[in-house]
């Protein structure tokens, strides 16, 4: 099947099971559920749960079982996008093309409509069956951990106390590696765990996630500088107003190249022991750093 049809399906099935899993807008109280329902169904491109079966199918396994944990990932981001949208954290009035949830609903329903997608990502990631290899406390240790203290909010808690300031190459890649990376991997990890993947398979996939998360960030930070400076009369938005350590800001532009094509060949690598089985991450790492996904 071509990636782009590939992509389509994945995304349609993920939107189904989501709308499966989520309290009908209806349900009371309905200004949560239509809170949530408006965050999730934004138009997200479903790069994490798309992963996460397609890192199930690279181990042999039943998409169908990957769609929990692909449901999860999915709410555990969106959360995290709702909460970052806040006045108190990014202060964005758009998202997905769309006015941000507490634009929306207001500041209080947006925090409490983060809280409750966060909540739900471990409700949905409980319907995940269990392998001979990997249990339900398997699940939730991998999705906790990633969404903790320890990767998600650190990063945030790193990246607000890092503004205004000049960060090292390694606070850098602690922020993305804490930020991005370490959801894309747990996602492809969950899904591996669904086909009871060997632990060097995860292994793989972790070395996969990192390298890809990251490299996509260093090219984001790229492209923010070189189509930047091709739009004429580009008036500062809010992020801009607030000056943060980028790749290019402290490697330069050649160097911040030079980074992105040694982390993705770093990524695709680490997928040579899946053969052609790892032909469909490949491709979608592929894209993904090209920007057509
Ligand atoms: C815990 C509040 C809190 C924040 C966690 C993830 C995060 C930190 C903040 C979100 C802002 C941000 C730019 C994060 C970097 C990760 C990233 C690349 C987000 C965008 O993901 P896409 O491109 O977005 O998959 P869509 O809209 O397609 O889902």
């Known amino acids: 099947m071509e990636l782009k049809s590939y992509l389509a399906e994945k995304a349609k099935r993920v939107d189904q099971a989501i709308d499966g899993f989520l309290p009908k807008a209806k349900t009371k109280p309905a200004t949560i559920h239509g809170a949530m329902r408006y965050s999730v169904f934004a138009g997200g491109k479903r790069l994490r749960p798309i992963f996460c079966i397609a890192a199930a199918e690279a181990c042999g396994g039943d998409p169908e079982n990957a769609l ?16 970052d949208d806040l006045p108190a954290m990014d202060d964005d009035d758009l998202r997905r093309g769309r006015p941000t949830c507490h634009k929306v609903y207001g500041e209080g329903i947006a925090v409490l409509c983060g809280d409750a997608l966060l909540t739900e990502a471990f409700l949905v990631l409980a319907q995940t069956e269990p392998t001979k290899r990997y249990t339900a406390r398997d699940y939730v240790s991998e999705l906790a951990l990633t969404g903790g203290s320890r990767h998600l909010i650190g990063g945030q808690v790193m990246d607000l106390e890092g503004e205004g300031k000049a960060l090292s190459k390694r606070d850098l890649v602690k922020i993305h590696e804490a930020k991005t990376a370490a959801l894309l991997t747990s996602s492809l990890r969950l899904g591996a765990m669904t086909a009871n993947a060997t632990p060097a398979k995860l292994d793989a ?10 490299a996509f960030q260093v090219i984001d930070d790229i492209l923010d500088v070189t189509q930047s400076t091709e739009i004429l009369g580009k008036t500062a938005g809010k992020d801009e107003a607030v000056e943060k350590s980028t790749y290019p800001s402290l490697l330069g532009l050649e160097a911040s190249r030079k980074e992105a094509a040694r982390l993705t060949k770093k990524a695709m690598t680490a997928l040579d022991s899946f053969g052609k089985k790892g032909d469909r991450l490949r491709e979608m790492a592929d894209n993904l750093l090209r920007r057509e996904f």
């Open 205 to 214: 996939l972790t070395t996969f996630g990192h390298a890809l998360g990251l």
């Open 68 to 83: 929990p944990p692909a449901c999860a990932v999915e709410l555990m981001h969106t959360y995290s996008l709702v909460h």
